[in-house]
C-alpha cells in the first residue's frame, strides 16, 4: 500500500475533473452493478504511463460531446479491496494497472489494459476512449 500522502495528487488529477473516487467494495459494486446508463472507470495507478498517458488521455477524452453518465476511479495499491472488487466487473480481462474501462448498462463493452496505454500518448488514449464513447454513449 502506497502512503496516501504521496498518492493524493494522483488522485486528486481525476477528482477534480469530476471522477468519483470508489474507496470500498460496496461503493464500486453500487456504481457498477446498475444497469442503466454508461459508466467510465479508471484504474489508476503511480506508474508512469498511468501519469503521462492515462489519467491525461481519460482527461481529454470526456471533454467529448459524447461521454459517459458517471466517471469513477479506483487506485490500486491505495484501495486494495475496491480495486480487485472493480476487477471482477473487468474479466475476462486480467488485472492491469493502469487501466480504462467502459460499461453500459451494466456490461462491459471497451477496456484499455495496461499494454493499450504503456507508450501511447495521451491524445492516443483519448481518441480511443472517443471512439467507444461516440459507439455506446450517444
Known sequence: ??????VRPMSQELTEFGFEALSSPEEVKEVLEKTDGT??????????????????GA???I???NKPDKLVTVFAGVDADATATARE??????????????????SLVHMLERHHIEGRSAQMIAENLVQ???????
Open 1 to 6: 500500500m502506497y502512503p496516501l500522502e504521496l
Open 132 to 138: 467507444a464513447f461516440d459507439a455506446y454513449c450517444s
Open 63 to 65: 471533454q467529448n460531446e
Open 39 to 56: 459508466v467510465l472507470l479508471v484504474v489508476n495507478s503511480v506508474c508512469g504511463c498511468a501519469a503521462a498517458n492515462a489519467r491525461p
Open 59 to 61: 482527461k481529454i477524452a
Open 89 to 106: 466487473f473487468l474479466l475476462p480481462y486480467p488485472p492491469s494497472s493502469p487501466a480504462i474501462a467502459l460499461f453500459k448498462d451494466g
